[in-house]
């Protein structure tokens, strides 16, 4: 089997936070909005509830975080 030479994006994006009370986030998975997200235990029910395990959140190769870290829930 040969490999790609273009690593295959990661299936979760997460967006910017935006304002709102509480703060969230867009979650994205293949491309598609699935919802927001106030915290990283959000982004893992979405991935669950999406067939989708993740075990490391700051692995890139699994989840693009957009704006900010997995730390980063509050407006800049």
Do not use: C, N, Y
């Not at 304002?19 to 986030?25: A, L, N, T």
């Not at 700051?58 to 730390?71: E, I, N, Q, S």
Request: hydrophobic share 40%.
């Amino acid at each position: 089997m040969t490999e790609s030479p273009h690593p295959a994006a990661p299936r979760i994006t997460v967006l910017p936070v935006q304002p709102g009370d509480p703060p969230f986030r867009i979650v994205e998975i293949d491309g598609e909005v699935i919802g927001s997200a106030t915290d990283m235990t959000d982004v893992l029910i979405a991935a669950s509830a999406a067939g989708i395990r993740i075990h490391d959140l700051d692995d890139p190769a699994v989840v693009r975080w957009v704006g900010g870290g997995k730390l980063t829930w509050k407006p800049r």
